[in-house]
């Protein structure tokens, strides 16, 4: 399939020739809905805790004698039944990381791909030259209709780029490695650049 190429200015840069195999495959959800639950449960910090028994601060003394009282046998304030007392089998501190195959991972990367390419949302740029100024840069991310987008450049991204990007909200910018489906999905519009295509096309194939 082949996209217009674009300058930050919008002016035309000719075309490119995009793969089918990473933009041209049909959209599937449950690919989709895998990869992004195997990223954000990845991420999660699994800090949660709680005392358990052996870990609240109490006397160690029995509370009251065993027999004649008409109440329960107990020995300790550290139970969990009673208040203040230890959480039995509360959260502790794990992560949440599950496996997901390569092919998977990949998989649903090209699906990502696919489906801004299928709604229209895709744009080739040629190149992320700027001069450098977030004001420059924002003018002209406004013109191009740009709100919530995701810039992804080739190998490295261009310094200068990134620094007027810094401040624009709603721009995110990316190095080809950093690709990922989640953000890919939660952005409007993906741009790439046409290092950035070259780089993607390489690193799933």
């Known amino acids: 399939m082949k996209l217009d190429v674009i300058k930050l200015d919008g002016g035309a840069a000719g075309e490119v020739e995009l793969d089918e195999a990473l933009f041209g495959l049909d959209p599937r959800a449950d690919i989709l809905h895998r990869v992004v639950r195997w990223q ?81 949302a895709l744009v080739i740029i040629e190149n992320t030259e700027t001069d450098g100024k977030t004001k420059t840069l924002a003018a002209q991310v406004r013109n191009l209709g740009w709100k919530r987008a995701l810039v992804i450049d080739g190998a490295a991204v261009n310094e200068g780029f990134a620094r007027a990007a810094a401040n624009i909200e709603g721009l995110d910018v990316l190095p080809t490695i950093g690709a990922n489906v989640y953000d890919i999905l939660k952005r409007d519009t993906l741009v790439l650049t046409k290092a950035g295509v070259e780089a993607l096309e390489a690193r799933l194939k």
């Open 40 to 120: 954000r449960a990845k991420a999660q910090q699994g800090t949660h805790k709680v005392k358990g028994r052996s870990e609240v601060s109490y006397s160690t003394k029995k509370i009251y004698r065993q027999k004649g009282t008409g109440g329960a046998r107990h020995g300790s304030r550290k139970a969990p039944i009673f208040r203040k007392g230890g959480i039995y089998k509360g959260p502790t501190p794990r992560s949440h990381a599950h496996d997901l195959p390569k092919k998977v991972r990949a998989l649903g990367l090209k699906l990502a791909l696919s489906a801004k390419a299928k709604s229209g």
